[in-house]
């Protein structure tokens, strides 16, 4: 299990950035070393990285898109992974 402390308004560092790519109908995390495909899951957690919402609010926004509940683990793991990875500041 991963104890890292995620910040609390997580953005993309700053080498990073997503984009959609229509050639693989998919978003990507581009850096300057490569790109990153991301699962759709990703995607949509990583959207809301921008600094300005809280991982609960990230949390709570994808939760009302989606019409689920209980997303918050799999929110907050994905956030360390990225985190660990360098994507999040």
């Known amino acids: 299990m991963n104890t890292a402390v995620l910040p609390e308004r997580p953005r993309l560092a700053r080498l990073f ?3 959609y790519e229509p050639v693989q109908t998919a978003w ?3 850096y300057p070393e490569g790109m990153v495909k ?6 949509e957690i990583l959207r809301r990285c921008d600094g ?7 949390v709570a926004e994808l939760e009302t898109q989606f019409a689920v509940s209980g997303l918050g683990p799999q929110v ?5 992974e990225g985190q660990r990875r360098g994507w999040i500041a």
């Open 38 to 43: 991301l699962n759709d899951s990703a995607a």
């Open 17 to 19: 950035r997503m984009q």
């Open 52 to 58: 300005q919402r809280s991982v609960d609010e990230i």
């Open 76 to 80: 907050r793991d994905l956030l360390q």
């Open 28 to 30: 990507v995390l581009l």
